[in-house]
């Protein structure tokens, strides 16, 4: 039941009807159950992995709380918690490496040894790598103190599965989360018409900018030697894609939580304007950076024998550089997790490792721009400057995603000499558009283009701190209406699909 479906839709606004029907206290059993339906109208299998995840969160958390509350000696007292949050992120995120990864092993181990183990027929449950890094993070919250445990099994149930957000995201902080799902709300006009216009310009990403963008990148993509002169547009409608997709979807389920009066954090923050990819990866999937940041990053770098090495590495290279060769290393584990996180590949971990050693070599050049800015009377914040910077990191970002959307290293390269050698932009008129075949393909390219001149239009005021909700506030209700029921109606008009294909995020 994808996000987009008229089933999904109808499940909602039923899901809507009783929630703000049954008495208030009772709102947070109703999201209980519409989200414990919603995952069973999905797949029965699956809901057994999430009970799992979240009984063994559940019980480690009110094991260490209460060992925290026994009195006994604190040395004793740490050792036990210790071993109890080890065993229970075992537990968790060991059931996400084994049904997510261990295929690949299998794979690998063949190759390497020539043998013929036989791959397993595992289930990917919807949402693993969500719910189980949204428990993982709340059983470290509360081991180290940051929030108490939860007592209520099946208040912690609704943390972990609440519906909209478990499709794709965003990874919820219990902190910020746990407390709006069990709260009274009531029905309020500015929530449901903030959520409907959220949800609609979701579905503008995704059914008109992603989706025409996906028609064109899989037919560069899958012939690309009949395609080689736009090979460089096809991977900036990955980009396009991607970005539509996610965007898209998150808006969504951002829209659809509002409705039931409960705000969830933003995914992203107008990532192309970033300028540096350092920059740009804390606008981008912001959720996930931010969890490896706080859960793994901090960790990794705080750790004893990462302390260790870089009192040596200062000892030997100087303060500074030691300081920074025990960063990079830490950022480069965080970004092949990011990798392997997004797929069991080596395209997915070398894309991984690309974006983390581009951002060990911009920090260890610090210093040398810092010299040539001086030298060039550069300011950082002059617009020129900016527009470099923002299409330097645009381009990085770039040369990662050929081999983010394709099948092997060796096709990346190939997509990459295509993209320096060969540059024929008429080829696009090659490529059919639907079942007028290409007759239609020079419309449907003017819709994709006006679809993203106009999400660009948004970005730059939201870029500029301009709030789209403020500054609606300040148009005719008429004028607002009718603007919001054209973009509606474009969505069936002009996407080139009746059912939109499923989110790619939603596959993690």
Same mark, same amino acid.
């Given at each position: 039941?994808?996000?987009?479906?008229?089933?999904?839709?109808?499940?909602?606004?039923?899901?809507?009807?009783?929630?703000?029907?049954?008495?208030?206290?009772?709102?947070?059993?109703?999201?209980?159950?519409? +989200?414990?339906?919603?995952?069973?109208?999905?797949?029965?299998?699956? #809901?057994?992995?999430?009970?799992?995840?979240?009984?063994?969160?559940?019980?480690?958390?009110?094991?260490?709380?209460?060992?925290?509350?026994?009195?006994?000696?604190? &040395?004793?007292?740490?050792?036990?918690?210790? /071993?109890?949050?080890?065993?229970?992120?075992?537990?968790?995120?060991?059931?996400?490496?084994? !049904?997510?990864?261990?295929?690949?092993?299998?794979?690998? #181990?063949?190759?390497?040894?020539?043998?013929?183990?036989?791959?397993?027929?595992?289930?990917?449950?919807?949402?693993?790598?969500?719910?189980?890094?949204?428990?993982?993070?709340?059983?470290?919250?509360?081991?180290?103190?940051?929030?108490?445990?939860?007592?209520? =099994?099946? &208040?912690?149930?609704?943390?972990?599965?609440?519906?909209?957000?478990? #499709?794709?995201?965003?990874?919820?902080?219990?902190?910020?989360?746990?407390?709006?799902?069990?709260?009274?709300?009531?029905?309020?006009?500015?929530?449901?018409?903030? *959520?409907?216009?959220?949800?609609?310009? *979701?579905?503008?990403?995704?059914?008109?900018? %992603?989706?025409?963008?996906?028609?064109?990148?899989?037919?560069?993509?899958?012939?690309?030697?009949?395609?080689?002169?736009?090979?460089?547009?096809?991977?900036?409608?990955?980009?396009?894609?991607?970005?539509?997709?996610?965007?898209?979807?998150?808006?969504?389920?951002?829209?659809?939580?509002?409705?039931?009066?409960?705000?969830?954090?933003?995914?992203? /923050?107008?990532?192309?304007?970033?300028?540096?990819?350092?920059?740009?990866?804390?606008?981008?999937?912001? %959720? !996930?950076?931010?969890?490896?940041?706080?859960?793994?990053?901090?960790?990794?770098?705080? +750790?004893?024998?990462?302390?260790?090495?870089?009192?040596?590495?200062?000892? /030997?290279?100087?303060?500074? &550089?030691?300081?920074?060769?025990?960063?990079?290393? %830490?950022?480069? #584990?965080?970004?092949?997790?990011?990798?392997?996180?997004?797929? =069991?590949?080596?395209?997915? @971990?070398?894309?991984?490792?690309?974006?983390?050693?581009?951002?060990?070599?911009?920090?260890?050049?610090?210093?040398?721009?810092?010299?040539?800015?001086?030298?060039?009377?550069?300011?950082?914040?002059?617009?020129?400057?900016?527009?470099?910077?923002?299409?330097?990191?645009?381009?990085?970002?770039?040369?990662?995603?050929?081999?983010?959307?394709?099948?092997?290293?060796?096709?990346?390269?190939?997509?990459?000499?295509?993209?320096?050698?060969?540059?024929?932009?008429?080829?696009?008129?090659?490529? +059919?558009?639907? &079942?007028?075949?290409?007759?239609?393909?020079?419309?449907?390219?003017? @819709?994709?283009?006006i679809g993203c001149l106009l999400w660009l239009a948004v970005s730059i005021l939201k870029e500029r701190g301009i709030k789209m909700e403020e500054l609606f506030t300040k148009v005719p209700p008429a004028l607002e209406f009718a603007g919001f029921l054209l973009l509606f109606l474009c969505i069936p008009l002009f996407s080139p699909m009746s059912v939109a294909r499923g989110f790619i995020y939603a596959q993690f």
């Open positions: 039941m994808a996000l987009t479906s008229n089933m999904f839709f109808l499940f909602t606004i039923v899901g809507l009807c009783i929630y703000y029907t049954v008495p208030v206290r009772m709102q947070w059993m109703v999201l209980l159950v519409c +989200s414990y339906c919603y995952y069973i109208l999905v797949s029965v299998p699956a #809901v057994f992995f999430l009970i799992f995840s979240t009984a063994v969160t559940y019980g480690c958390a009110l094991w260490i709380h209460r060992i925290r509350l026994s009195g006994q000696n604190e &040395k004793k007292s740490a050792g036990k918690r210790k /071993r109890i949050v080890a065993l229970g992120l075992f537990l968790n995120i060991g059931m996400l490496g084994f !049904l997510k990864y261990f295929n690949f092993f299998i794979e690998n #181990v063949n190759r390497i040894s020539g043998g013929h183990i036989s791959f397993l027929h595992l289930l990917l449950p919807l949402g693993i790598s969500y719910y189980t890094f949204q428990t993982a993070g709340y059983l470290l919250d509360v081991y180290w103190g940051r929030v108490p445990a939860e007592s209520n =099994p099946l &208040k912690y149930a609704l943390f972990v599965s609440f519906f909209p957000q478990l #499709v794709q995201g965003p990874i919820g902080r219990y902190g910020r989360l746990a407390a709006q799902l069990t709260a009274e709300h009531k029905l309020e006009f500015s929530r449901i018409k903030y *959520g409907l216009e959220r949800i609609v310009w *979701g579905l503008f990403k995704k059914m008109i900018v %992603s989706e025409w963008a996906s028609i064109y990148r899989e037919a560069i993509f899958a012939q690309p030697e009949q395609y080689s002169g736009i090979a460089i547009f096809g991977v900036l409608l990955y980009t396009v894609e991607l970005y539509g997709d996610f965007a898209g979807g998150i808006d969504i389920v951002i829209g659809i939580a509002a409705l039931f009066g409960i705000t969830l954090d933003e995914n992203f /923050r107008q990532p192309f304007f970033a300028v540096s990819i350092s920059d740009f990866w804390t606008r981008w999937h912001i %959720s !996930l950076g931010s969890w490896m940041k706080d859960y793994v990053f901090y960790p990794l770098t705080l +750790s004893g024998f990462m302390v260790k090495c870089q009192k040596k590495a200062k000892a /030997r290279l100087g303060r500074k &550089k030691g300081r920074f060769i025990t960063i990079a290393f %830490s950022n480069l #584990v965080v970004f092949v997790l990011v990798g392997l996180w997004h797929g =069991p590949s080596w395209n997915n @971990i070398g894309w991984g490792f690309y974006n983390g050693v581009i951002i060990a070599i911009s920090g260890f050049l610090t210093d040398v721009y810092q010299t040539w800015k001086k030298k060039l009377h550069i300011q950082d914040q002059s617009r020129g400057y900016r527009l470099f910077m923002m299409m330097r990191t645009f381009a990085l970002f770039n040369i990662g995603q050929y081999f983010d959307c394709v099948d092997s290293f060796g096709q990346a390269l190939q997509m990459i000499r295509y993209s320096f050698t060969c540059f024929q932009p008429s080829q696009f008129l090659l490529i +059919s558009s639907g &079942k007028t075949g290409t007759a239609y393909t020079p419309y449907a390219l003017l @819709i994709l283009g």
